[in-house]
């Protein structure tokens, strides 16, 4: 198809055609990996992927070589939320909830008899 022009576009669309993030596009992309992804504007400017590149990507199952990031390596990156001081363990914690369900069905069967 000579003459047609290329069609470029971005992380975003790719993720939603694949099911895969934006993010896992733009680390391959700076990863060098894939020779369709163009920084225009320079250093600190925005990825694009040329479509025509992504298709053949795709075609060739290259999508099956580069699996996801695994839990462990998503997990460094989420913001755990701080625990208030009085939280306690884990354990504790669900022993808790576990006292309180109890209770709980305790009472709405002692409702039922009554």
Do not use: C, N
């Not at 001081?85 to 354990?91: H, I, K, M």
């Amino acid at each position: 198809m000579r003459g047609s022009k290329a069609r470029y576009v971005r992380a975003a669309q790719l993720a939603e055609r694949t099911g895969l993030s934006a993010r896992y596009f733009m680390k391959l992309a700076h990863s060098g990996k894939i020779s369709w992804a163009l920084q225009p504007e320079g250093p600190g400017g925005s990825i694009l992927f040329d479509e025509a590149g992504f298709e053949a990507w795709l075609e060739a199952g290259r999508l099956a070589r580069h699996p996801t990031p695994s839990v462990a390596t998503r997990s460094r990156s989420i913001r755990r939320s701080p625990r208030s001081p009085d939280a306690g363990s884990l354990e504790e914690r669900l022993q808790k909830r576990m006292a309180e369900l109890k209770a709980s069905t305790r009472k709405q069967r002692a409702e039922r008899r009554s």
